[in-house]
């Protein structure tokens, strides 16, 4: 019984260790942020494919495809807002590293939002849905 | 993070073993590779079409 106690203990130290460990400095942040604006971008291009599909088949209402197509310019929009907090974010002097990132942090939150409501309506025509 | 997440980690390393635990917790990490100003820039370059320039290449 202490064993197994003992062995709990280690392993509750072991992984605390690893997840301090993980916390994310700088450039951790960067290369999340960036690899996250890739996916989404392969999402928003894979969205763009299904919906220019289903429009040619009419299975996508005029009203469906504008609304479609204005969250893609909002996307693009939101995307280059984002990129320019990142790259002030990558340059940041010590002092100012928190502000520039938590205007990084909403600029990518704004990104998701457009890319999951661009989602959810394909989604809606697809039995597989695509995911991020 | 709370106690049950930590105890199923710790069921996790009693079961499977502390090295496979590790391997599945590397598994979360981002990719940490350092990214350069000039990658962003080069980022913001690749721009991906929107649907409506999509639409027009298509037809």
């Known amino acids: ?132 | 993070m709370d106690g049950t997440f930590l105890i199923t980690i710790a069921e996790l390393v009693l079961k499977h073993g502390v090295p496979t635990v590790i391997d599945l917790i590397k598994t979360w990490q981002v990719d940490t590779s350092n990214i350069s100003i000039q990658d962003l820039e080069d980022l913001k370059k690749q721009k991906p079409k929107s649907f409506r320039d999509m639409l027009d290449d298509d037809s």
């Open chain 1, 1 to 132: 019984m202490i064993r197994r106690k003992t062995i709990i203990i280690i392993a509750m130290c072991l992984v605390s260790a690893l997840l301090m460990g993980n916390k994310c400095d700088r450039d951790d942040f960067l290369g999340a942020t960036y690899n996250s604006i890739k996916t989404m971008d392969i999402a928003h291009e894979r969205s763009g494919q299904v919906l220019i599909d289903l429009k040619k088949q009419d299975v996508v209402s005029a009203e469906i495809w504008e609304r479609a197509a204005n969250a893609s310019d909002s996307y693009l929009a939101a995307r280059d807002v984002l990129i320019d907090a990142l790259i002030i974010y990558a340059d940041s002097s010590k002092d100012n590293e928190d502000a520039n990132k938590s205007v990084v942090t909403a600029a990518l939150s704004r990104l998701d939002v457009i890319i999951k409501d661009i989602l959810a309506l394909v989604n809606t025509f697809l039995d597989n849905p695509i995911r991020i």
